[in-house]
């Protein structure tokens, strides 16, 4: 069973475990050139892992996301991805509006349509 002070060394471990490796990346990224080669393609690498995790969660989600329809889960992406485009990369307005059209497709989907999904 796991107590008060288990998860305090938990978040702790896992705070000095990472910790050091963001400070790093911000004193050695400060003579990095965004434009260069190598930044290129560590940019292209990470976008398409970013593309094959949206795309695995789904196609193929983990737990009670399952439960959703496909069609759900795709509309709901769609608002975010328009959302983020239409209003300059805002990407937190972006979530919030994939998370809410998500809720409320969820919910309302079934009433518009007269039938338990």
Do not use: H, Q
């Amino acid at each position: 069973m796991i107590n008060d002070l288990s998860i305090w060394l938990i978040i702790l471990v896992g705070f000095l475990a990472t910790e050091p490796w963001r400070w790093a990346g911000v004193f050695f990224s400060k003579n990095l050139d965004e434009n260069s080669e190598v930044i290129l393609w560590v940019r292209a690498v990470s976008t398409a892992l970013i593309a094959a995790l949206i795309m695995r969660l789904l196609l193929s989600p983990p737990g009670s996301l399952e439960e959703a329809p496909l069609v759900v889960r795709l509309l709901a992406v769609l608002c975010a991805t328009l959302t983020f485009f239409i209003f300059k990369k805002r990407l937190l307005l972006a979530i919030a509006v994939g998370l809410a059209s998500f809720l409320i497709l969820l919910w309302g989907l079934p009433i518009l349509v007269g039938s338990p999904i």
